[in-house]
């Protein structure tokens, strides 16, 4: 693998806590110039004074604040589109207005930073953008996640729309889909759920490996895409087997 995120800009969305968070670290100590991003203003701050990481507040809903931020990191070499969240319920549970607002956070933020970076990324004659779906997409169906793995799946047809739109131009676009990882969120579900104990042994349980990921495990992957400069328009498993 080479090292080609060092020195290149890095712009990295829900930076505070879990993936995103993991991520920021891993391209900061691989030599990135990090510009760390995320709604949540006090977690973010967690990160100040950590080498090679800016932090800015973020909101990916609003494309003129994507635009201030890409206007203040200055040309952005890699995008990590790591903002989302996990909505459950099937499709007769859903309401219009969650299904409109997983689109619009899921899908629509990634929409609105990919085209904030990359006219710039075009100019400069190469770029790097990796997408968080997830399995739970085109790739499998999980019950009750019916908004998320929808959304997720349209986060795989856009990595490959923009991956095939502009391979001939130094552009790559992957995508990494996780299965189950350690992070707030998916504390909070299990919580939810009334049984924590219960709950994360289910967790457990449909990872063929018998444990649930790491944050620092999809952001190897996330570095490994960044530096792998033959490789666009692909969706990545890294789910402990769950997919077999």
């Known amino acids: 693998m080479t090292d080609w995120v060092k020195g290149k800009t890095v712009l990295v969305t829900a930076a505070a806590q879990g993936i995103g968070r993991a991520t920021a670290l891993a391209f900061a100590a691989a030599g990135g110039k990090v510009v760390a991003t995320d709604?949540?203003?006090?977690?973010?701050?967690?990160?100040?004074?950590?080498?090679?990481?800016?932090?800015?507040?973020?909101?990916?809903?609003?494309?003129?604040?994507?635009?201030?931020?890409?206007?203040?990191?200055?040309?952005?070499?890699?995008?990590?589109?790591?903002?989302?969240?996990?909505?459950?319920?099937?499709?007769?549970?859903?309401?219009?207005?969650e299904f409109d607002f997983a689109v619009d956070l899921n899908v629509r933020s990634m929409i609105r930073t990919i085209r904030a970076v990359l006219p710039a990324m075009l100019e400069r004659g190469g770029g790097a953008i990796i997408n968080m779906a997830s399995v739970a997409s085109s790739m499998k169906g999980v019950p009750?996640?019916?908004?998320?793995?929808?959304?997720?799946?349209?986060?795989?047809?856009?990595?490959?729309?923009?991956?095939?739109?502009?391979?001939?131009?130094?552009?790559?676009?992957?995508?990494?889909?996780?299965?189950?990882?350690?992070?707030?969120?998916?504390?909070?579900?299990?919580?939810?759920?009334?049984?924590?104990?219960?709950?994360?042994?289910?967790?457990i349980a449909r990872q063929p490996m018998g444990r649930i990921g790491t944050p620092e495990e999809i952001a190897d992957l996330a570095l490994h895409l960044a530096n792998a400069t033959y490789t666009t328009g692909q969706a990545y498993a890294i789910d402990g087997g769950w997919t077999i």
């Open 39 to 97: 709604i949540n203003e006090d977690v973010l701050r967690e990160l100040d004074g950590t080498s090679g990481i800016m932090t800015r507040r973020l909101d990916v809903l609003d494309a003129a604040d994507i635009a201030r931020a890409v206007d203040a990191a200055g040309p952005v070499d890699v995008l990590f589109n790591g903002a989302g969240f996990v909505h459950a319920g099937s499709i007769l549970e859903m309401k219009d207005e």
């Open 144 to 203: 009750n996640r019916f908004a998320y793995g929808t959304t997720k799946a349209a986060v795989i047809g856009l990595t490959k729309a923009v991956a095939a739109d502009y391979v001939g131009q130094g552009i790559r676009c992957n995508a990494i889909c996780p299965g189950t990882v350690e992070s707030p969120s998916l504390q909070d579900r299990m919580r939810a759920q009334g049984d924590y104990e219960t709950a994360r042994a289910a967790f």
